[in-house]
C-alpha cells in the first residue's frame, strides 16, 4: 500500500514526479457545485487561487447539477432499455460541457488552462459499460499540461476501454477519477469539494448535534461508505486506499477546513468514528429452509449469479432439521431477484419467500472498536432504551450494524449518537469500557 | 475529379470499396430532422428502412435542434469571449447526444448500430477551431462497422486534429462530414436530409410557384450556395465536386425525390437553374479614391489580412484622376472592418468611407447561359419593369448578380422568375436565344 508501489504511474510520470519542486493538487468539484455559470465562475476563482498560492492543480469535474439526470431521462424518451454503450456515448457529453466551461472561465482569469475528456487524460478502463473500474492512467497529456504551468481540468466519471470505446464508472464516478489521477500524478493531496462540510458523525439532517470529523483512517472511511454515508463513493475510498491518496473532503462553497482521509499512523486515535444510516436495502426471508450442509452455497450462488448484491445473512437456529434464512438485498435489485428467489425456494425445498422493504441499517464505526469489547453491548442497549427492535446484526472488527424498522432508524441514529457523546469532540475511553 | 483518384481513401477501404458487393449509401440527417425523441425514432426508421433494402448505411447526424446554439448562449452566460479550442470541446458534446440517441433507437428496432464521434470516425482537421478544414479521413472504424453489418452513426460538425484536440468544422460543417465520408467510403450516393424537398428554382417563401429542380450541376449549385441558398453548405458541395460524391439533397419528413447534385454529363441540360438572394452582406464605398496604379491592392490586401471577406467589387469610370471603389462585405464582419477601412482611407488618400447595410443580392444561375448572351439583358430588362434598381452588377461565367436596395429583393427576385418562367418544368431556348 506504499506510495512508492503505483503501478498506474507511467515511467514517464514517475520522472516528473521526482523531479518537479512543486506540489501537486487534485481538486474534484462535483455537480452541484458546478450548476450554472455563476457557480462554475466561482469554482473557477478558487481554482486559481490554488494555483497562485504555487501548487500544480488538476481539476476533476463532474456534469454540471442534474444533467446527468436529464440526458438519462432523455435516453428513457428514446429507448425503453438504452444499449449501455449508447448510454455511455451519451452521458459522456454532461462532463465533456462541464470541463470546457471551467476551462474558458479559469482562462478568463488569465490562467492557462485545458480541458481533457477521461480518454483524453488517459482514463483507461475495463469494457463494463455503466459501471467501468478503472484499469490504468495513461496521463501523459495531463502530465504534460501541468507541467507547462497550465490548470488540467479532466472529466470525471468517464473513462475509455483499451478498443477506444467509451465507458462511464458509474455514480460516484468522479470521486474515484479524482483519486485514480491523484494516484497517477503522486499528487500530495486529492481535494473532494462537495455540497457538504466533510465526514460527520452523523448525518446532520437527522442528528443536528452531529460533529464534523477532522480525520479518519481509510478502514474507517471504507466502512461508513459501505454502511450508507453519501459523502465519498465507496470504490473511491478503496483506491485511494490501495495507492495511499490522501484526501481531504470539503466544502465548495464555505471555505473552513473539511475531513481527511489518510493512513491511520499519527491520527488522533478515536473510539467510535460515526454512525451510517442505510435505508435502500430490503430484507428477504427463506422460510423454513432444510439444515444441511451446502444449503448457504445453493442459496447464494444463483443470487451473485443474478448479479444481486446480498448483505447481512443471518442463519436462525435450527428447529426440527428447518431453519429461516434472511439476508438484504438493494431494493432497487428486489424485482430483478424475485424470480431467482422462487427458483431457489423450490430447489432446496424451502417453505416460501418473503421480503420486507420497510427495514433500514444503522451502523456504528470505529477504528478503536476493536479493543473495546464493550462497544457492542451500549450500542443494543441503547437501542432498546429507545424502544428500537433489532432484526438483524452483522459486524466487522470496526463496525456494528443493525437491521430496524425503516421507522425507527433516525430515533435510533440519534440514541446512539446520544450514548456515545459524538457531538463532544474526543469519545472518551471511560464511557465504553467496564 | 475522378472517382478512382480519392486521396481520402486509406488502402485497407480501398480494397473493401472494390471487394464489396452491396452498396454504400451516406445519410445525413439535420438538427431539425432531430430535434425530439420522436423525430429521432421516425428517423432511425428511415435509416433501417434503406439498410432493409439492402444497402450500406452509415448515417451523420447534427446536434438536436437548437441544441448548438444553446451551448453557445451557455458559453456567452460563462465568459465574453470563449477559448476557441474549449468552445470546440463544448459544441462537440451537442452531436455526440444525437448520435447516442439515434443509434440506441436503431438498436431497439433489431438493427445493429454503433456510434462515432468525428474523432472516432477519423474525421482529421486542421488546427482551425470553430472553421476547421478537413485534411484526412481515417474511416478504418467505420469501414469495419459497415463490414461487420452495422449502422454506423458518425457525428457531423466535429473532427479531430493530428494532436489530438477537439474542432468543429462551422456551419453547414454537418454537409461537409458527410461528403467527406461518402467519398472516403466510395459511396454511391450521398443523401442530405433536410427541412426543405430540395433545391428550389427560388426561395418558396418568396415565389410560392417555385419549382423543385431534378438535379444540377456541382457548378450550379456552387453558385447557388455562394449566392446565399441556404439548403447545402459552400464548402460541402466544393468538396463533393472535388471527391466525384453524387448527392441527393432531400425532406427527412415527406418520402418524394429531391435534389440531386452531380456531374454535368448526361444531365437534362437547362439554360437556367434557379435564382439565389442573400441580404447578409453591405454595401462599403471608398469616395474619390485616386485613380492610380497598385490602388486595388493597398485597398484589399488589409482587408483581406483583417479577415474581411470581400465580395462584388466594382471601380466606377474615373474623372478627373480620381474614382469611387464599391464593395460588399458581410454584415458581420462591418464593425470588424470599419478601423480598417479608416485606416485604408487615409493611406490611400481617399474623402471617406460609406456603408450601407440596407442591399440585398440577387443572382441568376444557370450553366447553359454561358451560351446565351441574351440572359443578363432578359434579367435587366425585368428588373427594370419591376422598377427595381442595380446599384452593383458582377458576373461569372454561370452567374448574374445584382446589387440591390433590401426592400426591394422579393420583388426582384419574383420578377426575374417569372421573366424567365421557372416555374415550367424547363426552360426553353426561344425565351433568351435572339
Known sequence: MGRTA???????????????TVEVIVQKYGGTSLASPERIQHVARRVVAAADAGASVCVVASAMGESTDELLALAASVSPHPHVRELDMLLTAGERISIA?????????????????????????????????????????????????????VAGFQGVTAGLEPTTLGRGGSDTTAVALAAALAAELCEIYTDVEGVFTADPRIVPAAR??????????????????????????????????????RSAFVDTPGTRIQEEEGMEHTIISGIAHDTSEAKVTLLEVPDRP???????????????????????????????????????????????????????????????????????????????????????????????????????SIRISCLVREADVARAVEAVHDRFRLSEPVVLQEVHGD
Chains 1, 2 share one sequence.
Do not use: C
Open 6 to 20: 503505483h503501478s498506474v504511474i507511467a515511467s514517464g510520470t514517475r520522472g516528473w514526479a521526482q523531479a518537479r
Open 101 to 153: 466551461l471551467l476551462s474558458m472561465a479559469i482562462l478568463d482569469l488569465g490562467r492557462e488552462a485545458v480541458s481533457y475528456t477521461g480518454s483524453q487524460a488517459g482514463i483507461v478502463t475495463d469494457t463494463g459499460h455503466g459501471r467501468a473500474r478503472i484499469v490504468e492512467v495513461r496521463s501523459s497529456r495531463v502530465v504534460e499540461a501541468l507541467a507547462a504551468g497550465r490548470i488540467a481540468i
Open 212 to 249: 464534523k470529523l477532522e480525520a479518519l483512517s481509510y478502514e474507517e472511511m471504507l466502512e461508513l461508505a459501505a454502511a450508507g454515508a453519501r459523502v465519498l463513493a465507496l470504490r473511491s475510498v478503496e483506491y485511494a486506499r490501495n495507492y495511499g491518496v490522501r484526501i481531504h473532503v
Open 294 to 396: 451446502g444449503i448457504a452455497a445453493a442459496i447464494f450462488r444463483p443470487l451473485a449469479d443474478a448479479g444481486v448484491n446480498v448483505d447481512m445473512i443471518v442463519q436462525n437456529v435450527a428447529a426440527d432439521g428447518r431453519t429461516d434464512i434472511s439476508f438484504t438485498v438493494p431494493k432497487d435489485d428486489l424485482e430483478q431477484a424475485q424470480p431467482v428467489l422462487q427458483v431457489i425456494d423450490r430447489a432446496v425445498g424451502g417453505r416460501g419467500v418473503t421480503s420486507d422493504v420497510e427495514v433500514g441499517r444503522v451502523s456504528l464505526v470505529g477504528a478503536g472498536m476493536k479493543t473495546n469489547p464493550g462497544v457492542a453491548a451500549d450500542m443494543f442497549d441503547a437501542l432498546a432504551e429507545a424502544a428500537v427492535n433489532i432484526e438483524i446484526i452483522s459486524t466487522s
